[in-house]
């Protein structure tokens, strides 16, 4: 199949995981959420800021306040996903089970990244997961990364893309992180990809 990606492996099908469900998933959080809690992988979850963030997007504000109104954002999305009854965590740490990060407060102490809006949720996932040492999964309303209306199957150096925000893949690769994105609107897909069976989507790491 086109665009077919080995998952992590069946060895590491057991290992922690920083997943971000991005904010066009509303509609599917919750079963997005279940698939991630039946992996029974202890996952933590970085939400996508949804309409919040777009409605803020809206104002057109300053940089500096649209930015910690997006991670806001975040947080309610993140509560938007806890009403299935997770528990949410303010702290980066290894996870135990599956648990959803509410970003705000720690980025408001640690405030690593620029505040603009090519920096994104997206971007802010793979900090979280650079900061625990954890691959990163991302969930999309896409495929993965296009170019000329193909699906890229692996990424090595940065290249211009719609689908993820600009400074994710420079982040991922700078980094050292393996990124994975998939679509989350194929639920079977994700189940696969936690099992580290072969799926269609995107894989950004470094050249070895």
Known sequence: MNGTI???????AD????????GSLIQEAGSIVSTLEESGRPILVVPGGGPFARLVRSMNLPDEQAHWMAV??????????AAGG??????ISLPCK????LPYRML???DPLPHRWDVTSDTIAAWVASEIGLDLLILKSVDGIMRRGALVPRVADPVPCEEVDPCLIPFALAHGMRTTILSGREPGRVRDFLEGKKVRGTIIEPRL
Request: proline letters at 3%; hydrophobic letters at 45%; charged letters at 25%.
């Open 108 to 110: 408001r102490e640690r």
């Open 98 to 101: 599956v648990e959803i990060l």
């Open 72 to 81: 806001l954002a975040m947080d309610q999305f993140g509560w938007y996903m």
């Open 86 to 91: 997770y528990p949410v965590t303010h702290e």
């Open 6 to 12: 080995d998952s992590l492996g069946m060895e590491m």
């Open 15 to 22: 290992r922690a995981l920083v997943v971000k469900v991005g």
